[in-house]
């Protein structure tokens, strides 16, 4: 599985890019998401700043 994605890791850009791993047994799919309209370190920011928002309700 790992020298399956090495290809989207070399061109992978953690500042701009997202790159997405999905494993259902026996399969795994790659996404690699770019030209995002925000950074994933602005997402992950906001996320955190605003946390409240995105917390499921089943949780205590």
Do not use: G
């Not at 599985?1 to 701009?16: D, E, F, V, W």
């Not at 494993?23 to 996320?47: G, R």
């Not at 700043?49 to 309700?57: A, C, I, L, N, V």
């Amino acid at each position: 599985m790992i020298s399956s994605i090495l290809p989207a890791i070399a061109t992978y850009n953690p500042h701009q890019d997202i790159l997405l791993v999905l494993k259902a047994e026996p399969q795994f799919e790659v996404n690699f998401l770019h030209q995002l309209k925000i950074t994933p370190p602005d997402c992950y920011e906001q996320v955190c700043k605003r946390w409240s928002e995105f917390k499921p309700s089943l949780m205590p």
